[in-house]
């Protein structure tokens, strides 16, 4: 009750926010104290850009966990896996050979679309999908390999909703769909990397993310830890009508809404008096 009027703030100033998007946002928000929800077109439909690789990476662990496939075992690019883009293999001369490990986490730390390419390859598309099923996330699908663009001109996007990409992120941190593949993924997602929460949050705050970017969308999920306050975020557009930097700098405006508000939670007592040093 004591939070009541604070957490209406929050409401009121995001929900401007997204009205005042040129083009079309979506925010789904989870205090994992409280359990409160903030929801706006939050079940709406939107691309996903890089951050399905989140769901790829949650089925490739999977499969590591069950013996099915090996992740200290060394890949190779294969010509069908190269595409440009974001990331690095595809840039490098000579053969190139790493752990399927180390590619996963290129996968997640620069968005390598080689990468992910392979890692879809070893995960496989329709187990992966089969695995969402399980999970309920019935909205989230992954349809083509990264850079496809006859597929996605075919409509074969991949696709998912704020509400199902923080229940994703939520699953994971309960420890689904298995507790030694979900600690995983949630370590590879906490390297360095940069996106909208990146941007938008202090140097120094632990966040769990993945970050995603194709034309007129962009895609933020993460688990913000803060000590006393956690949550969890989805920031999703799509039909955007300003130029990148307004796109991105106008997301990254609604991250920092979001934040200000967990930070004075996180700082206060129950009637709203700062007590707590930050992370304390």
């Not at 995001?14 to 040129?22: L, Y």
């Not at 595809?90 to 990468?115: C, F, K, Q, R, W």
């Not at 083509?144 to 704020?162: F, G």
Request: charged fraction near 20%.
């Amino acid at each position: 009750m004591h939070e009541t009027l604070l957490w209406q703030r929050l409401q009121n100033e995001v929900e401007r926010a997204v009205s005042h998007f040129a083009g079309v946002a979506g925010i789904a928000l989870l205090d994992l104290t409280s359990g409160r929800e903030l929801a706006i077109n939050a079940d709406e439909i939107f691309p996903t850009a890089s951050s399905i690789k989140i769901h790829i990476l949650t089925q490739l662990l999977l499969r590591a966990q069950r013996g099915e496939i090996d992740l200290g075992a060394r890949v190779t690019l294969e010509p069908d896996d190269i595409v440009l883009g974001s990331g690095v293999l595809a840039y490098l001369a000579g053969p190139v050979e790493l752990t399927l490990l180390d590619v996963a986490i290129l996968m997640i730390i620069v968005s390598d679309n080689s990468a992910t390419n392979i890692c879809l390859r070893m995960a496989g598309l329709e187990a992966t999908n089969q695995m969402l099923d399980g999970l309920g996330l019935a909205q989230t699908r992954v349809r083509r390999k990264m850079m496809d663009r006859l597929a996605a001109v075919q409509e074969q996007e991949n696709i998912s909703t704020p509400t199902e990409l923080v229940r994703l992120m939520a699953l994971l941190r309960q420890g689904q769909p298995e507790a030694n593949a979900a600690a995983k993924a949630l370590e590879i997602l906490r390297k360095p990397k940069r996106g909208i929460l990146n941007v938008a949050l202090p140097e120094g705050t632990i966040i769990a993310n993945k970050p995603g970017y194709v034309e007129g969308t962009r895609c933020d999920v993460g688990i913000v830890e803060l000590q006393r306050r956690p949550y969890i975020v989805a920031i999703m557009s799509k039909y955007a009508l300003d130029g990148s930097y307004e796109h991105e700098q106008a997301l990254v405006g609604m991250a920092r809404l979001i934040h200000q508000t967990f930070v004075a939670l996180e700082q206060s007592n129950r009637f709203g008096r700062y007590v707590y040093s930050a992370g304390e």
